[in-house]
């Protein structure tokens, strides 16, 4: 296998739910998947999965989903004028929605500052602690730290249960990078995936980027894979964010 090549000691589990493939677990996620297994024990039946971008909550909430049979609303359908909105954010459909088996509402730190999407996810909220439905919310920062206008609903987030995805460490990186080279039917040379780790972007995302870069370069220029190949990729993934970076002042909000 590529892992003996590299010569890594990958302490892996994982859980795996149809249609959704694998999440390994590491320290850096252990948490979370133990509670996401355990949803019976969520107080008041709601929780909120909390980490950068790229962490895997949408992942791990997505395998809950599955498993539960929940509905899943994106937080952005709450921020868009109602004749905008998808049915999965209007009227009778969000009562059905606050009904189903679990429900997950994705990236709720989108919302502060939106009255209109702050009072949907604050009616939804309720109604689904008035039916008795497991909730599963995702946010980038804290629930208290988020500067939501309403008083009722930031209370009502701050008081759900808090777990936190930290970036992956290296052992669940490199599986990752394995599973994704493997995909690509790519044996990585020994040494490779330990040289790319302290130099690329810490998350999911930055891997199935770095990967498809990689083979990208490989199979046009007809070069094997290996650190020459690996370090141009590098370099052109970190000029491609070089130029969307926002400003400074707009990455510390």
């Known amino acids: 296998m590529v892992a003996r090549r590299e010569q890594f000691t990958l302490d892996i589990s994982g859980i795996r739910l149809p249609g959704q493939g694998e999440f390994h ?4 996620n252990a948490e ?6 355990a949803d019976h024990l969520w107080p008041g039946g709601r929780l909120v ?3 950068p ?9 997505a395998l809950w989903a599955t498993r539960r049979g929940s509905r899943v609303i994106a937080a952005e359908t709450l921020a868009r004028p109602p004749e905008a909105r998808s049915r999965s954010a ?3 459909d969000m009562l059905a929605a606050a009904e189903a088996p679990g429900l997950v509402i994705e990236d709720i730190d989108r919302l502060p500052g939106d009255r209109a999407a702050e009072e949907a996810l604050f009616h939804l ?7 008795g439905t497991p909730l599963l919310m995702t946010t980038r920062r804290p629930p208290a730290r988020l500067p939501f206008t309403l008083p009722d609903l930031a209370s009502r987030l701050a008081a759900c249960q808090l777990v936190k995805l930290a970036p992956p460490d290296d ?3 490199a599986a990752v990078l394995i599973k994704l080279f493997a995909e690509r039917q790519i044996a990585p040379p020994p040494g490779l995936i330990r040289w790319l780790l302290p130099r690329m972007e810490r998350s999911f995302a930055a891997a199935r980027a770095l990967v498809a870069e990689i083979d990208r370069i490989a199979l046009s220029e007809g070069r094997p894979v290996g650190r020459a190949v690996a370090a141009r990729a590098l370099d052109k993934l970190n000029a491609v964010a070089s130029q969307s970076d926002p400003p400074a ?3 510390n909000r």
């Open 25 to 28: 677990v590491s320290p850096a």
């Open 32 to 37: 979370a998947v133990t509670l996401i297994e």
């Open 49 to 51: 999965l909390c980490g």
């Open 53 to 61: 971008e790229g962490a895997g909550k949408s992942h791990l909430a």
């Open 90 to 92: 209007t009227g009778s």
């Open 125 to 131: 909220f309720n109604a689904a602690v008035g039916a």
């Open 171 to 173: 052992t669940l990186l």
């Open 249 to 251: 002042e707009e990455k």
